[in-house]
């Protein structure tokens, strides 16, 4: 029932990436050669052990998939981990965040993010790396924090149905759910979900107490934070980045369980993700999900203990906390 409502609520909305595709176009000469080479970097499938493909499902046709093309192969050592990503702006276009996903997914990850794919023309200007504007609070949403839960119930059906090419390659037990900006509001909403082991914030945070969420958030709201059980890191820019000061804020606030909240100087709002590999962020993110889902404990090292290697690379800052 709910994708069908999905479906309806998506499909009422003009603005989004379900109507007629536009004509092709090309980049401006200036960004023509960065966008080739992102673009072939995440069409060779990433830097991870396991090349990855974007992917879309007739059976998910409100999400975009990015997973190992050999899912035999990246399996053999155990099931793999689920993402479900939102993403910036609360954007209904999978491909927003195509070259830092792909390589997550390389690393022997599904990934399931928040609409289908979008045209060209728009995955090329996204990747001008421009910072994000505020989202007006009155603005209608185009993509929603359900979506999420939807991707995790998908994933689970596929892992259960045989004839599936994710017919037992999938860990239930190893799910995670996170987003950049409106997206990692999405994120906070669907973390209370009792099927989601870890949560990343990024470039985002709750908004001051007695502020109604952001249309298309669900309840994301400082309140919600009490409701999340799982590890969780907020990753973040400098002052510079919009969403600093939520971000510091709500790790301040949470308690619930262990936290880490790691800010880079001289990175804004949305700087990395349109680098070539997803840029900066990309092995933080990756780490985090390998300590969390993986268990790999020389990853937890990233982020804490005395040879805490986040700590000591240039330009960033870490806080860290166990549940309190």
């Known amino acids: 029932m709910r994708k069908v409502l999905s479906l309806l609520a998506l499909a009422s909305l003009p603005s989004l990436a379900l109507a007629q595709p536009v004509a092709d176009e090309a980049p401006p000469a200036e960004m023509a050669a960065k966008v080739a080479e992102m673009t072939a970097l995440a069409e060779a499938g990433g830097a991870g052990p396991f090349k990855a493909e974007m992917v879309a499902d007739p059976s998910l046709p409100t999400h975009t998939i990015y997973r190992p093309r050999d899912l035999r192969a990246a399996t053999r050592a155990g099931p793999l981990p689920v993402l479900a990503w939102g993403n910036g702006a609360c954007?209904?276009?999978?491909?927003?965040?195509?070259?830092?996903?792909?390589?997550?997914?390389?690393?022997?990850?599904?990934?399931?993010?928040?609409?289908?794919?979008?045209?060209?023309?728009?995955?090329?200007?996204?990747?001008?790396?421009?910072?994000?504007?505020?989202?007006?609070?009155?603005?209608?949403?185009?993509?929603?924090?359900?979506?999420?839960?939807?991707?995790?119930?998908?994933?689970?059906?596929?892992?259960?149905?045989?004839?599936?090419?994710?017919?037992?390659?999938?860990?239930?037990?190893?799910?995670?759910?996170?987003?950049?900006?409106?997206?990692?509001?999405?994120?906070?909403?669907?973390?209370?979900?009792?099927?989601?082991?870890?949560?990343?914030?990024?470039?985002?945070?709750?908004?001051?107490?007695?502020?109604?969420?952001?249309?298309?958030?669900?309840?994301a709201i400082k309140a919600s934070l009490r409701r999340i059980h799982v590890p969780t890191l907020w990753l973040s820019g400098d002052e510079t980045d919009q969403a600093h000061k939520n971000a510091q804020a709500d790790y301040a606030a949470f308690t619930n369980a262990a936290a880490v909240w790691a800010w880079h100087k001289g990175t804004g709002h949305s700087t990395h993700y349109r680098e070539p590999r997803g840029g900066l962020f990309t092995p933080v993110a990756t780490a985090w999900l390998d300590w969390q889902l993986k268990h790999r404990r020389a990853a937890g090292g990233e982020f804490t203990g005395p040879d805490c290697r986040l700590c000591k690379a240039e330009g960033w800052t870490v806080s860290s906390k166990p549940a309190q």
């Open 91 to 219: 954007t209904n276009m999978g491909n927003r965040f195509r070259y830092f996903l792909t390589e997550i997914a390389s690393q022997g990850y599904v990934v399931i993010a928040i609409g289908p794919v979008g045209p060209r023309v728009a995955e090329w200007k996204a990747s001008l790396a421009a910072p994000d504007a505020p989202v007006p609070a009155d603005r209608a949403p185009s993509s929603f924090a359900f979506q999420l839960t939807d991707a995790i119930d998908w994933a689970m059906a596929e892992n259960n149905r045989r004839g599936s090419p994710y017919y037992h390659r999938l860990d239930p037990g190893a799910i995670a759910v996170a987003g950049q900006s409106c997206g990692g509001l999405q994120a906070i909403s669907a973390a209370s979900d009792r099927r989601v082991r870890t949560l990343m914030v990024l470039n985002s945070g709750t908004f001051a107490e007695g502020t109604k969420p952001l249309a298309g958030t669900g309840d």
